[in-house]
T-cell receptor, first 113, second 112 residues
Framework: EPEVTQTPSHQVTQMGQEVILRCVPI?????FYWYRQILGQKVEFLVS????????KSEIFDDQFSVERPDGSNFTLKIRSTKLEDSAMYFC???????????FGDGTRLSIL | AQSVSQHNHHVILSEAASLELGCNYS??????LFWYVQYPGQHLQLLLK??????LVKGIKGFEAEFIKSKFSFNLRKPSVQWSDTAEYFC??????????FGKGTSLLVTP
């Protein structure tokens, strides 16, 4: 079964540094999402992306965050200047058109020091 | 604001016991409802979904859920749990943009 893949599985970064989290969605999917889960808290929606633009974003997704689909396969989340509170598990998801559920990747654990 | 509540944060059951995990949501419009499971060390996997039609939906691994519109509920059930059902269970509601709003999750431990 096709899977969403995320790299790296664990990223350690100094506070203030930029970080890029990478995702390869399922190949024929059209909608892409990023979520995050701070330790001990619920999974929170960050942003959705369709047709090469952001279709929806949450309050969490401020100017420090950006997303990009640089080619036909990758979907990236960039955090421009990381803060301690950005430490979390970041999940990428994708779905096909219509009434289809989202498929999730294994996540990237981001640790900010 | 849209919210999802899962009433049980930690549940411990013996094998063969019946399971019911509660999920309530607050949202006035049309909802799409989901249960996801996360086994230890694995990614979120879809158990079942409700978009429309029969409010009793059947998912994988013997799970089912019932959408009760009047109660704003979408409880997950399984008549007889197995040790392999030990996992974290998440209820989620999708808005019109399909962004998922998750509950806090329920950690299920099934003991032999």
């Amino acid at each position: 079964e096709p899977e969403v893949t995320q790299t790296p599985s664990h990223q350690v970064t100094q506070m203030g540094q930029e970080v890029i989290l990478r995702c390869v969605p399922i190949s024929n999917h059209l909608y892409f999402y990023w979520y995050r889960q701070i330790l001990g808290q619920k999974v929170e929606f960050l942003v959705s992306f369709y047709n090469n633009e952001i279709s929806e974003k949450s309050e969490i997704f401020d100017d420090q965050f950006s997303v990009e689909r640089p080619d036909g396969s990758n979907f990236t989340l960039k955090i421009r200047s990381t803060k301690l509170e950005d430490s979390a598990m970041y999940f990428c998801a994708s779905r096909d058109d219509g009434y289809q559920p989202q498929h999730f990747g294994d996540g990237t654990r981001l640790s900010i020091l | 604001a849209q919210s999802v509540s899962q009433h049980n944060h930690h549940v411990i059951l013996s094998e063969a016991a019946s399971l019911e995990l509660g999920c309530n949501y607050s949202y006035g419009g049309t909802v799409n409802l989901f249960w996801y499971v996360q086994y230890p060390g694995q990614h979120l996997q879809l158990l079942l979904k409700y978009f429309s039609g029969d409010p009793l939906v059947k998912g994988i691994k013997g799970f089912e859920a019932e959408f009760i519109k009047s109660k704003f509920s979408f409880n997950l059930r399984k008549p007889s749990v197995q040790w392999s059902d030990t996992a974290e269970y998440f209820c989620a509601v999708a808005n019109s943009g399909y962004a998922l709003n998750f509950g806090k999750g329920t950690s299920l431990l099934v003991t032999p």
